[in-house]
């Protein structure tokens, strides 16, 4: 006898609830354009699929903050490098559908490469014209990914200018990226707010992330200890100051390989802009980065000092 799939009464898995889907540009215009004549604004959340809780929280922020939903479902390969995990990176688009279509998304953009870029272009040495945000996209991951920030802003600005977006949410759980999209979006004069969520986390505390799939039983055990340490950091610079923050950083990357890690790639303190600590920047406009390495898997996480921590 057939099994039928889980039944998941909040996300709509396995209910067989149906979503629009585009494959092109002219029909997201086509569709976009049918919605502002009806007066209606336009909330968009772009995902690389493989959706999890961390994502469906956005789309959650996007259906009460606007008339519209339009989510994105594209594996952007201009943000991998050739040795990076574009190709088995998990890709899932049936079950990803269900759950946007349990969060009541109107629709869902997802392209093909040729749709989104015409040119042919696979990667970004092939791209004529490319979107870089100096200055931002060379500190932390872009330091360990060099040119990873540039493939996302200039297939994100694609989007945007695609989609056309009144909203467009953007996950905590990576900073560096929302505030490079921020910026991105202020110079570049779009008409649309670049809003944050909050991480969605496990109830131990690892962040949810497509990529968590990778780990085996035995380093999913130590992926939360990541959280751990950055939380522990956190309260130790809201209780002494950022003067103490180097300190801090240096205790945490020596923990970390001790906690069970392979690598770490950074641990660093940062204002909520970026910009570097200074012994007397205020506590609440600081926020803990790391990166690190679990076997083949790159973990990221950061969180924010609070005054109150
Ligand atoms: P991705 O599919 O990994 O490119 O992520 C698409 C969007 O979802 C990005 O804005 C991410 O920051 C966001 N996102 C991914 N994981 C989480 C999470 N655990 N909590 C909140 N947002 C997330």
Redesign the pocket.
């Known amino acids: 006898m057939p099994t039928s799939p889980p039944l998941d009464t909040k996300t709509g898995a396995g209910l067989g609830v149906a979503v629009k889907v585009l494959r092109t540009v002219a029909e997201v215009r086509q569709q976009t354009r049918e919605w502002r004549s009806e007066g209606a604004e336009i909330g968009c959340?772009?995902?690389?699929?493989?959706l999890?809780?961390?994502?469906l929280?956005?789309v959650d922020a996007a259906r009460s903050g606007n008339d519209k939903v339009i989510s994105t479902i594209f594996v952007n390969p201009l943000q991998f490098a050739p040795h990076e995990d574009f190709d088995s990176y998990p890709r899932n688009e049936e079950r990803d559908l269900e759950l946007l279509a349990g969060r009541d998304c109107d629709v869902v953009f997802a392209p093909s490469a040729a749709a989104m870029f015409p040119g042919g272009e696979r990667s970004m040495d092939e791209m004529r014209t490319k979107v870089s945000v100096r200055g931002l996209t060379e500190v932390m991951c872009g330091a360990q990914r060099p040119g990873h920030f540039d493939g996302v802003t200039t297939e994100v600005l694609t989007m945007f200018h695609v989609v056309g977006p009144d909203r467009a949410?953007?996950?905590?759980?990576?900073y560096q990226?929302?505030v490079i999209v921020r910026r991105m979006a202020l110079d570049q004069q779009l008409p649309a707010e670049v809003l944050l969520?909050?991480?969605?986390?496990e109830p131990d505390g690892l962040?949810?992330?497509?990529r968590n799939v990778y780990l085996s039983a035995a380093q999913r055990q130590i992926a939360p200890r990541l959280y751990a340490e950055l939380k522990a950091g956190a309260a130790e610079i809201a209780r002494h100051g950022a003067a103490i923050a180097p300190e801090t950083v240096e205790r945490i990357a020596q923990a970390l390989p001790r906690k069970g890690f392979d690598s770490v790639d950074y641990v660093e303190v940062r204002t909520h802009d970026l910009d570097p600590v200074q012994p007397g920047t205020p506590v609440g406009e600081l926020r803990m980065f790391a990166a690190v390495r679990l076997g083949g898997t790159r973990l990221i996480d950061s969180f924010a000092v609070r005054e109150t921590t």
Do not use: I, N, W
């Open positions: 959340v772009m995902t690389m699929g493989a999890h809780e961390g994502h929280s956005l949410y953007f996950g905590e759980k990576d990226q929302y969520v909050p991480t969605f986390r962040a949810k992330s497509s």
